[in-house]
Nanobody, 122 residues
């Protein structure tokens, strides 16, 4: 069993930054890629970005490209989501998830964290 634990959410003003962390209990074939998703009230869960552990390759949603960065610390089994230039439209619960593949489809992820709230005030 794999566990993912997010942390780092909170309240920030528009234009500010936050860094989310996703601690992964162990690395297996099922955690070859760590994705970040978000879900705002009344909306579907949305892909944000994904990183492959091995090569560190990243892919982002157009809505966050150039503002958000996914990175990893192999020694800590932790993946980060650095969020800059935040806007109120970024307000959502953010989740990290693990998959065998670096994909955008939430249905392809086997393990999920509990989520962390990010609120951006105007």
């Amino acid at each position: 069993q794999v566990q993912l634990v997010e942390s780092g959410g909170g309240l920030v003003q528009a234009g500010g930054s936050l860094r989310l962390s996703c601690a992964v209990s162990r690395r297996t074939g099922s955690t070859a890629a760590i994705g970040w998703f978000r879900q705002a009230p009344g909306k579907e869960r949305e892909f944000v970005g994904v990183l492959t552990w091995g090569g560190g390759r990243t892919t982002y949603a157009d809505s966050v490209k150039g503002r958000f960065t996914v990175s990893r610390d192999n020694a800590k089994n932790t993946v980060y989501l650095q969020m800059n230039s935040l806007t109120p439209e970024d307000t959502a619960v953010y989740y990290c998830a693990a998959s065998r593949f670096a994909i955008r489809d939430a249905g392809g992820y086997d393990y999920w964290g509990q989520g962390t709230q990010v609120t951006v005030s105007s």
